[in-house]
Each structure stands twice: as structure tokens, then as C-alpha cells.
């Protein structure tokens, strides 16, 4: 719509240019025919003054012919003149000359009639030298006026040149406005175009968003399956392993070698330790699609807990303070409790051998967030090896000299990571490490 | 089948039946007791005792069992008019929270996930049988 505006209003201003152009064009040719007028104004006066010189000097009647001419010609030019010409200044100097006229063709009359007594009165009246003073005079006007007239036909020939200039630059723009309603044009179509390009493309993305989503579902139900059969199918052998290795060494370990006894025992740890990877491994899957709900839950509580359980499963025992207050966060109540608890089994765990860990969890407040920080004695972590330590089945030592499943860490983070916080690592000035977890505070906490 | 089974243990896995016929032994826990290896087989053996009206004191029942699973069993009995005062003890690997939510919905009355060591299901078999068979023997 806009284009076709554009274009109708070019249009319209490309005739009104043109317009103005013929008009131009029309004045200046009148120019030229009042000129020609004039010139014919003087040209049949000379034919009458030359037809009356003739009959002067000869007496001869067909030499009157020409003024005979001129004297129906000369009222004709003049009413011609006055017909045509239109500016004011020029129509004042015609009706100046009209009386010259007159008075030159009453002269040349007077003339023509004495001559008809002879050539001496006729000649008398020439010799007065009024007839010469007309002309001179009506040539003048004439004269006057031809000056006038052209410098008229400057101006129009100016003003022509103007409304030339005028109607170039007008179809000039309206060429530049026809391309620009092109380009509008040829702009509001691609945009279009891309418009309905995006719809189908957004359209296309929804699509695609919704077969990944029923494909997700599906991925999650089938890992939710996998995770029951692992769960249930793979550890039934392994209790079967454990419980028979366990069951002869109560049963017959006394008919065995002491050799005997220690494969039954290597039988039942090992079995043991893969239960260990089956159930962290199901931890760390179920941590990953379950849907957590966060609620405040206090620091203090989830770390002595925390450490009860470590205690419960660590024969060397370890010591631990507690900077308390610790605050409260918001987070999934279980998960909160296993991230605390890998972190304190981690802190008790890598120390120096015949050394009792001694951890110190203490924490602080960061915007509206608290870190906690586990510090230990421990063995540390090489700079190098602080990123890779959090992803799973990473282990920077052998199970002989520490055991684990090497998912106790990945579990930390996805766990710290699903309720919305981060979690990292760096040395402790004491030289162990300190591993520290980020959660967003409790409303209740920042009221205090 | 002797009239005096008192226990119905519903296992599939050989190994788990095994390791729990040696922790009876060992427990000294003498009770007549008979095994159906799956659900389907569960379910004929109960409808033909029901029959002979000689029913059991207690039902020890896995949850994953091949052709009809623990839960449809549990819910047959929990429905039945007859059979649904009988005990149902679940003895599953699984220590999924769900699974325990979804039995007791259907009426189980105690939960116990098969302990890792034999010792341990030991003590187990021998608390089944003073909490759920040790009344009838007092009687």
C-alpha cells in the first residue's frame, strides 16, 4: 500500500512538472511571435514610407502600390501587437507609439496628396523634417520595445530553465522515490518473506522441541527401567556372591587354610565394593531426572548426621569441629544429606596413612547465598587434577591405597548443581583441601 | 504338602531361596513351610489350600517375580475375603522408596529389604518368626 502511495504520488508530481514545462514553453514562443509582430509592425511602415519616396520622386502611381499595402497592413500589425503582447510595461509603450503612427500616416497622406500638385509642396512638407522625427521616434519605441520584449524572453527563457531545472529534479526525485518504494517494496515482501520464514522455522522448532521432549520421556522411562534392573538384577548375584562366600566361611571355615579363608573374604569384599558402585551409580542417575523440591533445611543437623553416618562405617574414626552457626539453605532434604555425607567420608578418607582426619566445617555468607566449606588434613589435590576430581569414575588413586567408586564427587556436583548451586575446591592452609558448596539461603535466613 | 505349613515363601532367585533355607537352619526357626517360584504359582497354591482351608500363618513375598509380579499378588490377596487377614511380609532387594509406598498402599503388613550378609538375614528370619509366627506358638 505504502508503494503503490509512493508511486501514485510520483506520478502526480512528474505531470504537474510537465505541465508547468508546456506552460514555460508557450510563453516563450509568444515571445517570439510578438517580436515577428513587430518586426512586421516596422517592416510594413518602411514598405509605406518607401512606397511614398517612390511616388515622390517619380509620380508614378505604381509605385504607391506598396503603400497602398501598407496603409491596410499597419492598423492590422498594430491590433495584431497589442492582441498578443500581455505584460503591462510592453502594452504602455505600444499605446505610446500608437499616436506616432497615426501622425506618421497622416505625414506620409499629406505627402502622397500634395505630390498630386507636384513635387515641390510635396517636397516642402518632407523638407520639414516631421515625417524623419516620426520615424526616428517610432523606430525608437520600437526599438525600445524589441529590448524590452527580449529582455522578457531572458526571463521566461530563465524561468523555463527553472521549472526545467524544477521538473528534472522533481522527476528526478520521483524516480528516487519510485526506487525507494521498490526497495520498500522488495524490503516489506523479504520481510515477509522471513517473517513467515521464522513462523515456519519456529514452527519447525516446536516441533522439534516436542519429539525430543516425548523422546526425553521416553529416554527417562527407559533409564528408569535400566535403573530398576540394575538395581534389582544385578545385585541379586552379587548377594548371592557375598552371602555363599560369607555362608561357608561360617559353616566350614574351620576345615579351611588360612589362605582359604582370605580368597572367601576377597570374594565377599569385592562383592561389597560392587554394590557400593551399583548403588552410587543409581544415586548419581536418579539425581539427574528426579524432580528436587527445595525447602530450608539446617546445616548443623544435616552435617552431624552426616558425620554419624561417616563415623558408623570408618573403623579409624575422625575428628570433626563445627564453626556453628552454619545457617539454613534452601534444598532437597536427602540429597543435601548425601552431598554432606560424600564430603566428610571424601575429608576422612584421603588422610595420610596412620593419621586420624581432622575436619573443620565452617561457613559463611555470600550475598544471598551460603558456602559451606569441608577442610581437611588430608593429602591435597594437585592444581592439575581439581577439575577432573568432580567427574565421575575419576579416581586419582588406586582402590588399594583408597577406597571408593569415584562417583562420591560427580554425585556432589549434580547434586549441588540440580538445587541450584555450585560447588568447588582449593587448598587448605594446612595443606589438606577444602571442598565448599554454594546454596541459596532461607527466606528465614535473611530475615536474621 | 504337609498340614503343617505355616509359612508360604514366594521366591524366584535359587541363590536368595538357598542362603534363606540355611539362615532358617541356622536360626533354628522349625516351621513347615512351602516355596512357589513365581506369581502365578503363588496364586494356585493359595486358592488350593484355601480349599483344604488349612491356610498359611504368614506369606514371605518377593516383589519381582516372573509371569505375575508381587504386587499383583499382594492385591489379589488384599481383595480376596478369605485370604486377605493373612500376613504378607515383602522381602524384596528393592530399597526403592516407591515400592514401599505402592505395598503398603495394597495392604502389605511389614516391609523388609534382603539383607547384604548372611548373618544378617540370620537375624532377620529369626525375628519373622517370633513377630509373626511366635503368637501362634505361644497360643
Request: hydrophobic content about 45%; aromatic content about 6%; charged content about 25%.
Amino acid at each position: 500500500v505504502l508503494s503503490a502511495a509512493l508511486l501514485a504520488l510520483s506520478t502526480l508530481a512528474v505531470i504537474v512538472g510537465l505541465n508547468a514545462l508546456r506552460g514555460g514553453r508557450s510563453e516563450v514562443n509568444r515571445t517570439t511571435e510578438i517580436q515577428r509582430q513587430a518586426a512586421d509592425l516596422q517592416t510594413s511602415l518602411r514598405a509605406a514610407e518607401t512606397g511614398q519616396r517612390g511616388y515622390l520622386l517619380t509620380g508614378l502611381e505604381r509605385y504607391l502600390s506598396p503603400y497602398d499595402k501598407a496603409l491596410v497592413q499597419i492598423p492590422r500589425d498594430y491590433s495584431n501587437l497589442t492582441r498578443s503582447v500581455r505584460d503591462p510595461g510592453q502594452l504602455r509603450r505600444l499605446q505610446f507609439l500608437r499616436p506616432f503612427i497615426e501622425a506618421k500616416l497622416a505625414e506620409l497622406a499629406e505627402t502622397v496628396r500634395l505630390r498630386e500638385r507636384g513635387l515641390e509642396p510635396a517636397l516642402r512638407v518632407v523638407r520639414t523634417d516631421v515625417g524623419q522625427a516620426l520615424t526616428e521616434r517610432i523606430d525608437a519605441v520600437l526599438a525600445d520595445f524589441a529590448a524590452a520584449e527580449q529582455a522578457l524572453l531572458v526571463q521566461r527563457v530563465e524561468a523555463e530553465e527553472r521549472i526545467a531545472r524544477r521538473t528534472t529534479a522533481a522527476a528526478g526525485i520521483c524516480g528516487l522515490l519510485s526506487i525507494l518504494s521498490a526497495l520498500l517494496g522488495v524490503y516489506l515482501i523479504y520481510q515477509q518473506r522471513s517473517s513467515e520464514q521464522l513462523i515456519r522455522y519456529s514452527r519447525r522448532l516446536e516441533r522439534e522441541v516436542e519429539e525430543r521432549t516425548i523422546r526425553l520421556s521416553e529416554a527417562n522411562r527407559e533409564l528408569d527401567a535400566f535403573a530398576y534392573t540394575i538395581s534389582h538384577d544385578l545385585r541379586a548375584p552379587l548377594r548371592a556372591m557375598h552371602g555363599y562366600a560369607d555362608a561357608l566361611e561360617e559353616d566350614e571355615g574351620e576345615r579351611l587354610s588360612e589362605e582359604g579363608l582370605g580368597f572367601l573374604r576377597a570374594i565377599a569384599a569385592a562383592a561389597v565394593r560392587m554394590n557400593a558402585l551399583i548403588e552410587d551409580i543409581l544415586a548419581y542417575a536418579r539425581l539427574a531426572r528426579e524432580d528436587l523440591v527445595l525447602r530450608p533445611q539446617r546445616l548443623e543437623a544435616a552435617v552431624n548426621r552426616a558425620h554419624e553416618d561417616v563415623l558408623a562405617g570408618d573403623l579409624r574414626g575422625s575428628e570433626i569441629l563445627i564453626e556453628d552457626p552454619l545457617g539454613t539453605v534452601m534444598a532437597h532434604g536427602p540429597t543435601l544429606q548425601q552431598v554432606i555425607y560424600n564430603l566428610l567420608s571424601n575429608a576422612s578418607k584421603f588422610v595420610h596413612s596412620h593419621q586420624i582426619a581432622r575436619i573443620k566445617v565452617s561457613s559463611k555468607r555470600c550475598g544471598d547465598r551460603i558456602r559451606l566449606a569441608v577442610e581437611d588434613n588430608g593429602i591435597g589435590v594437585a592444581p592439575e587434577h581439581r577439575d577432573q576430581i568432580f567427574a565421575p569414575f575419576s579416581r586419582l588413586h588406586g582402590v588399594e591405597s583408597y577406597p571408593g567408586t569415584g562417583i562420591g564427587l560427580a554425585i556432589v556436583r549434580r547434586g549441588v548443581e540440580r538445587m541450584g548451586g555450585a560447588c568447588g575446591l582449593e587448598p587448605a592452609t594446612g595443606g589438606g583441601s577444602r571442598f565448599w558448596f554454594e546454596l541459596a539461603a532461607a527466606p528465614t535466613e535473611e530475615q536474621e | 504338602m504337609t498340614e503343617a505349613v505355616e509359612m508360604l515363601v514366594v521366591e524366584d532367585d535359587p541363590h536368595d531361596l538357598a542362603l534363606l533355607r540355611r539362615a532358617m537352619r541356622r536360626a533354628s526357626v522349625d516351621v513347615g513351610y512351602d516355596v512357589a517360584s513365581d506369581g502365578d504359582e503363588a496364586v494356585t497354591w493359595l486358592e488350593r489350600v484355601l480349599a483344604m482351608d488349612s491356610l498359611p500363618r504368614v506369606v514371605l513375598l518377593d516383589l519381582k517375580l516372573p509371569r505375575r509380579s508381587g504386587f499383583d499378588v499382594l492385591a489379589w490377596m488384599k481383595s480376596h475375603d478369605k485370604l486377605r487377614r493373612i500376613p504378607v511380609v515383602i522381602f524384596t532387594s528393592s530399597n526403592v522408596g516407591t515400592d514401599l509406598d505402592r505395598a503398603y498402599d495394597l495392604g502389605a503388613n511389614s516391609y523388609l529389604v534382603k539383607p547384604a550378609t548372611p548373618s544378617d538375614l540370620v537375624a532377620m528370619v529369626a525375628q519373622i518368626d517370633s513377630y509373626w509366627l511366635g503368637v501362634n506358638r505361644i497360643r
